[in-house]
C-alpha cells in the first residue's frame, strides 16, 4: 500500500494509514467548498441583480427549516465520518511493540521495552505496529507528528497513547504543539523508520559502535542526546554555551565567580546543570541525571575535550 | 420621507453631547449614550493596542529562525495581543459600544433599567483594563490568552495580574447582561411586543443570557488560577494533587460560549444592515430570532470541545464534537434567512451593506471551518496548528470587526450628529477586506500542512505562506487605517445628519441625530414594526438626500 500523494492542503504522508485522514479531509473539503461557493456565489448574484426601485416582499416558506434540516443532514454525516475515522485510529492491535515517551522541557525521550533509550529521535521497525506512551514530567506538551496525521496531548501524572505502522523506511519529523515555554519552538525530533533487521540490531546495541574510541563514542552520544539542540560544536550562539574551545578554559558564572572548564565542571553540568550557570545564559537546561551512565558520562567528556 | 425630521430636532433641545459640559458630567454619568461612548474610545484603544502586537508578532514570522526578538518576549506579545483583543475590546465591543447606546432607543425607553450598575460595569470594565495594562508594564504573561496550568502556573511572567484583570472584565461583562435583559422584559414602551424588537435585540439577549449564566465559572476558575499561583492552593497543580482538567473545564464552560458571544451581537448587527439598506424586513424573524437564542443555548453546551480529546476522554469529546457540529444549524438557518432578504432587495452598495456582505462571506469560511476541527478523526492534526488560528480569527476578526465597522457607519449618523464620506469608507473596506484574506487564508493551508501554532522559530517550508500571511497583515493594517481616516474626517468636516439618513423603521431613527439626553422628545411612536419601511420617495420629494439615500 502506497502512502496517499501530497496535496496543495497536506504534507508528504509518511505510511498509509494517513489515507484515513487525507480522505476524511477531502469529504470536509469538497463539501465545505460547495457550501462556500453556493452561499457567498448566491450573495453575490443577488447583489448584483438587485432591482431599482420598491422591493417586493420576501417570499419564506419552509426555508428556514429546510436550511436547518440540511445543515443537521450534512452534519451528522461529517460526524460520522470523524467518529468512525477516530475510533480506528485509538485501538492498536495487538503485538504492538511499546515505547514509552516522555516529554520535559524542552525535548523527548523514548526508551524501548529492553532499556534502550533514545533523546528526539524515534526509531521504528517498518511494518511493525508501534504504540506510543506518553508521559510528561511537567507542563502540558503535544506530540505531533503531521506526515502520519497524529497528535496526542502528552500530560503530567498521566499517561496518553497512540499507534501507528510505518510501512516504508525513511524520516518523519514530529514537534510539540502545545505552547511550553521559550524553548517550545525547538522541542522536535523525528521518527525514524528502518527495516526490521537494522532497526533489531540497533536496538541491541543501543546505536553503538564496540569499535569506537571514547571520543567518538561521545560524538555519537551527543547526538543521541540531541545537546547540539542548544549547544554549538563551532562557536555559533544557542541557547547554551558553545563546547569548541571551552575544555580547560575559565568561564564567569551568573554570581560573578569564575570556574576552571574542567571534568568535573562538566560532570555537573551534565547531572545537575543549574548549579552552577555560565552568565549570560538562562538555566534552562534538563538535568540528565539517571539518564545518563556513568560510562556514557565519560565519554561525552572525552568528545568535548576533543573540541578544541 | 417623513421621518426625516423628527420633533426634537425642531424643538431645539441639546443633544445628549452637549446637554452637560465639564469631565465630571461624564464620569459620572446616568446616560447610557454617553457610557457608550465611553467604552467606544476604550474599545478602540485596546484594539489599536492589540493591533500593534500581532503586527510585531507578524513581523518576526517574517523569517524562519531568531530575529527581531527571543522566544519569550515572542510569546508575552502573542498572550498580551489574544488577552486584550478578547477581554478589552471583542467582548465589550458590540454589546457595550454599541449596545449601550441602542438598547434603550430601540425599545422606546429613556435609558436602560439600571443607570448606576451600567456606570458600575463601565468602571469594573476600566479596573480590569488596568490590571491587564499592569500586567503588561511587568512583562505580560506568556502562557497564551487561555492561561492553562500546568503551565500557567509554572510561568515565571505576570499570570497573576492577567488572571485577575481577565476575571474583573469577564464580570463587568456579566453586569452588562443583566442590565440588559432586565430592560428588555421591563422598559419596553407600549407597543412595542417581543415580535416588534429589532433582531439586533434577539442576539442581545442571547448574549447577556450567556454572560449571566457563563461568566461565574471563569471568575472561579481565573480567581482560584490566581490563589494557586499567589497563595499555591493547589486547585489545579498536579504536583499539590490538583488536576488541570478542571481548569479547563471551568474555563471553556465560559470560553466556548464566549466565542459565540462575539458573534452572535455581530449576527445581530448584520440583521439590521441588512434589512435597512435593502429596504426589506428579515425574512424568517421569528425563526432568525429563535435561533439566535438556540445559538446562545449550544454555546453553553458545547464547551467540552476545547478541552482536548485525551483530557476528556474519548466519549465525552465525542459529545462535545456532536454538540458542536449541530449549533451550525442556527448559523445556517441565519444565513439562509439573510440571503432570503437580499433576494431582489432594493440594495443600496454602501458601506454598511458591503460590510454585511463582507460578515457573510468571512463568516461562511470561519463557520465552515469550524466543520473541520469538529470531525474527530481530522481534530487532532489540525487543532495545535494555525488552522485554529486561521478559524478563530475568521470569525472573531472576519466576523466581529466587519460587523462592528459596519455598525458603527450605520449608526455614526444616529450617535455623533454627522455623516461619513462614503467612498472612502467604500475603499477602506475594500483594503480591509483584502488584506484580512491574504492574511488568514494562508493560515489554513499552512495548518493543515502542519505548522503549529505559538511558535517562534518554524521549518525553511513555511516561509512563503509565512510571509504572505505578514503582508495581508500589513494591509489590513492599511485598511483599519484608513477605516479610522473615516470617522477622524467626519467629525471634522462631516455634513449634518439628518434624524433618519437610511430610511430606518426601528425606533432608534425616529428621534434627533444625535437624540437628546433622554432619548425622545417627546416619546416614540410606535405604529409599525421595525422593518416595516416606508415605500422610496421619489428622489426630488426628498429634501434630505444624502449619498446613500440617493442611491436607492
Known amino acids: ?308 | 420621507m417623513s421621518e426625516t425630521s423628527s420633533p426634537a430636532t425642531q424643538a431645539g433641545a441639546p443633544d445628549y453631547l452637549a446637554a452637560r459640559r465639564g469631565v465630571a458630567s461624564w464620569l459620572l454619568t446616568l446616560d447610557h449614550k454617553r457610557v457608550a461612548l465611553m467604552y467606544l474610545a476604550s474599545v478602540l484603544v485596546a484594539f489599536a493596542l492589540g493591533v500593534t502586537l500581532a503586527q510585531l508578532v507578524r513581523l518576526k514570522l517574517l523569517v524562519p529562525g531568531p530575529a527581531l526578538m527571543d522566544p519569550d518576549t515572542f510569546a508575552r506579545l502573542f498572550t498580551v495581543h489574544g488577552v486584550v483583543m478578547v477581554f478589552v475590546f471583542v467582548l465589550p465591543a458590540i454589546p457595550a459600544a454599541l449596545g449601550n447606546f441602542l438598547v434603550p432607543l430601540m425599545v422606546g425607553a429613556r435609558g436602560l433599567a439600571f443607570p448606576r450598575l451600567n456606570l458600575a460595569a463601565l468602571y469594573l470594565y476600566w479596573t480590569g483594563a488596568l490590571l491587564l495594562v499592569t500586567s503588561m508594564a511587568r512583562g505580560g504573561a506568556d502562557a497564551g490568552w487561555t492561561l492553562s496550568p500546568p503551565y500557567a502556573l509554572v510561568s515565571e511572567t505576570p499570570v497573576l495580574y492577567t488572571a485577575v484583570g481577565a476575571a474583573v472584565l469577564a464580570l463587568s461583562s456579566a453586569l452588562t447582561g443583566v442590565n440588559f435583559l432586565v430592560t428588555l422584559h421591563r422598559r419596553r414602551a407600549p407597543g412595542v411586543g417581543w415580535y416588534r424588537l429589532p433582531l439586533l435585540l434577539w442576539a442581545l439577549y442571547g448574549t447577556s443570557l450567556v454572560q449571566v449564566v457563563a461568566t461565574p465559572a471563569v471568575a472561579v476558575a481565573l480567581v482560584l488560577l490566581a490563589a494557586d499561583r499567589s497563595r499555591g492552593l493547589g486547585m489545579f497543580d498536579p504536583r499539590a494533587g490538583g488536576d488541570p482538567k478542571v481548569f479547563q473545564q471551568l474555563f471553556w464552560f465560559w470560553a466556548h460560549p464566549a466565542v459565540y458571544l462575539m458573534v452572535l451581537p455581530a449576527m445581530g448587527v448584520v440583521s439590521e444592515l441588512i434589512a435597512v439598506h435593502a429596504q426589506r424586513r428579515i425574512s424568517g424573524y421569528k425563526l432568525v430570532a429563535f435561533s439566535s437564542l438556540a445559538i446562545a443555548l449550544f454555546g453553553l453546551a458545547a464547551g467540552g470541545q476545547h478541552v482536548a480529546v485525551d483530557v476528556q476522554g474519548p466519549r465525552a469529546a465525542a459529545v462535545s464534537s456532536l454538540i458542536s457540529l449541530l449549533a451550525a444549524a442556527p448559523f445556517g438557518v441565519l444565513i439562509v434567512h439573510w440571503l432570503s432578504t437580499l433576494r431582489r432587495g432594493a440594495i443600496r452598495l454602501n458601506a454598511p451593506m458591503l460590510y454585511a456582505v463582507g460578515f457573510v462571506a468571512i463568516f461562511a469560511v470561519g463557520g465552515l471551518s469550524g466543520l473541520f476541527l469538529s470531525m474527530l478523526s481530522l481534530a487532532g492534526h489540525l487543532s495545535g496548528t494555525v488552522f485554529s488560528t486561521a478559524h478563530l480569527h475568521y470569525l472573531v476578526v472576519g466576523g466581529t470587526l466587519m460587523a462592528f465597522t459596519g455598525g458603527l457607519l450605520h449608526w455614526w449618523p444616529k450617535i455623533s450628529g454627522r455623516l461619513y464620506p462614503e467612498r472612502l469608507a467604500q475603499a477602506a473596506w475594500a483594503v480591509t477586506f483584502l488584506g484580512f484574506n491574504a492574511a488568514f487564508f494562508a493560515q489554513f493551508v499552512a495548518g493543515s500542512r502542519g505548522l503549529t501554532r505559538r511558535t517562534f522559530a518554524y521549518d525553511e517550508g513555511f516561509q512563503f505562506l509565512q510571509a504572505f500571511s505578514t503582508v495581508g497583515a500589513w494591509l489590513l493594517a492599511i485598511g483599519l487605517l484608513m477605516t479610522l481616516a473615516v470617522f477622524v474626517q467626519s467629525l471634522r468636516t462631516g455634513a449634518a445628519a439628518p434624524a433618519n439618513p437610511w430610511g430606518g423603521a426601528s425606533l432608534e431613527w425616529q428621534t434627533s441625530s444625535p437624540p437628546p439626553a433622554d432619548n425622545f422628545a417627546p416619546g416614540p411612536v410606535v405604529a409599525r414594526g421595525p422593518y416595516d419601511f416606508a415605500p422610496a420617495p421619489a428622489p426630488a420629494a426628498s429634501p434630505d438626500a444624502t449619498p446613500a439615500a440617493a442611491a436607492v
Open chain 1, 1 to 308: 500500500m502506497t502512502p496517499p500523494a501530497p496535496s496543495f492542503w497536506l504534507p508528504a504522508a509518511g505510511a498509509a494509514s494517513a489515507s484515513r485522514f487525507d480522505s476524511g479531509w477531502a469529504l470536509a473539503l469538497w463539501v465545505c467548498a460547495f457550501l462556500l461557493l453556493l452561499i457567498v456565489g448566491t450573495m453575490i448574484f443577488f447583489v448584483a441583480r438587485r432591482p431599482r426601485g420598491a422591493a417586493p416582499e420576501p417570499r419564506e416558506g419552509r426555508l428556514g427549516l429546510a436550511s436547518a434540516a440540511f445543515s443537521l443532514a450534512v452534519v451528522a454525516g461529517l460526524f460520522g465520518v470523524g467518529f468512525r475515522g477516530f475510533v480506528d485510529e485509538r485501538v492498536a492491535p495487538a503485538g504492538a511493540l511499546p515505547i514509552a515517551v516522555t516529554a520535559e522541557r524542552y525535548q523527548w525521550t523514548f526508551a524501548y521495552p529492553n532499556g534502550a533509550t533514545s533523546v528526539g529521535e524515534l526509531r521504528v521497525p517498518v511494518g511493525r505496529a508501534v504504540q506510543l506512551n506518553l508521559t510528561s514530567s511537567d507542563v502540558h506538551h503535544r506530540f505531533h507528528l503531521p506526515a502520519l496525521r497524529l497528535a496526542r496531548e502528552v500530560l503530567p501524572q498521566a499517561t496518553t497513547s497512540l499507534w501507528f505502522q510505518p510501512d516504508q523506511p525513511g524520516e518523519m519529523g514530529f514537534a510539540c504543539a502545545e505552547y511550553c515555554g521559550a524553548g517550545y519552538s525547538q522541542m522536535r525530533g523525528k521518527v525514524v523508520a528502518m527495516p526490521e533487521k537494522d532497526f533489531n540490531d540497533w536496538l541491541e546495541t543501543n546505536g553503538q559502535d564496540p569499535n569506537a574510541t571514547p571520543a567518538q563514542k561521545g560524538e555519537r552520544l551527543a547526538a543521541k542526546f540531541a545537546c547540539n539542540t542548544c549547544h554549538s560544536t563551532d562557536g555559533s550562539a544557542k541557547a547554551g554555551p558553545t563546547w569548541k574551545a571551552m575544555f580547560g578554559h575559565e568561564v564567569e558564572l551568573t554570581d560573578g565567580t569564575r570556574v576552571l572548564v574542567d571534568e568535573a565542571y562538566l560532570k555537573e553540568s551534565v547531572i545537575d546543570p543549574n548549579a552552577r550557570v555560565v552568565k549570560g545564559f538562562a538555566p534552562v537546561m534538563p538535568a540528565f541525571k539517571g539518564v545518563v551512565t556513568a560510562p556514557q558520562l565519560e565519554a561525552l567528556i572525552e568528545y568535548m575535550k576533543s573540541l578544541r
